[in-house]
T-cell receptor
Framework: KNQVEQSPQSLIILEGKNCTLQ??????????LRWYKQDTGRGPVSLTI?????NTKSNGRYTATLDADTKQSSLHITASQLSDSASYIC??????????????FGKGTKLSVIP | DTGVSQDPRHKITKRGQNVTFRCDPI?????LYWYRQTLGQGPEFLTY????????KSRLLSDRFSAERPKGSFSTLEIQRTEQGDSAMYLC??????????????FGPGTRLLVL
């Protein structure tokens, strides 16, 4: 069964500090991996997308890495801001045309940035 | 605002009632998806459309659930004879599929359903 596991489940950091969120997946073969940010009560917003051949992708203070060999990804947030408080969801997409297109979502890491 | 919109944003209903949600995707997007999300969980896929064709349905989509996208634009998700277990956030997303690539999914704000 395709799975996406995220850690930690929740994290509290001080404003201005850096943090790294982890994602392990078993989806294989996979087409791409995305990180989404979801504010409370709102829909997810895409932060980064990486194909299996990419190792890193940045979007402002967010940097995602991917190791397709170990099936691990991380999302690094630098100089955190209060507005970074949200759930961060790792999403893996299977190879298209192989039957189901369905994305596999992790449960998310709930990040709280405190002043 | 040209993003994905959903209506209503919140719905409270009594067990056994029918409810219908609407999703308006980004106008040029040909794919539309429905997800369900419960507290502390990631979204779970329900179904998706390419234009007006419903191409895939999850096993989560029981007979009480039906989705339509009659003209390939907006979509509706109906839940008949609601149960308390249907309480969740229902998310809609859309994407543009071109040249074999599914495209990034853009999510709407969701409809939060509470069944009493």
């Amino acid at each position: 069964k395709n799975q996406v596991e995220q850690s930690p489940q929740s994290l509290i950091i001080l404003e201005g500090k850096n943090c790294t969120l982890q994602c392990n997946y078993t989806v294989s073969p996979f087409s791409n991996l995305r990180w989404y940010k979801q504010d409370t009560g709102r829909g997810p917003v895409s932060l980064t997308i990486m194909t299996f051949s990419e190792n890193t992708k940045s979007n402002g203070r967010y940097t995602a890495t991917l190791d397709a060999d170990t099936k691990q990804s991380s999302l690094h947030i630098t100089a955190s801001q209060l507005s970074d408080s949200a759930s961060y969801i790792c999403v893996v997409s299977p190879v298209s045309g192989a039957g189901s297109y369905q994305l596999t979502f992790g449960k998310g890491t709930k990040l709280s940035v405190i002043p | 605002d040209t993003g994905v919109s959903q209506d209503p944003r919140h719905k409270i209903t009594k067990r056994g009632q029918n409810v219908t949600f609407r999703c308006d995707p980004i106008s040029e997007h040909n794919r539309l998806y429905w997800y369900r999300q419960t507290l502390g969980q990631g979204p779970e896929f329900l179904t998706y459309f390419q234009n007006e064709a419903q191409l895939e349905k999850s096993r989560l989509l029981s007979d009480r659930f039906s989705a339509e996208r009659p003209k390939g634009s907006f979509s509706t998700l109906e839940i008949q004879r609601t149960e308390q277990g249907d309480s969740a956030m229902y998310l809609c997303a859309s994407s543009l599929r071109t040249s074999g690539r599914a495209g990034t999914q853009y999510f709407g704000p969701g409809t939060r359903l509470l069944v009493l």
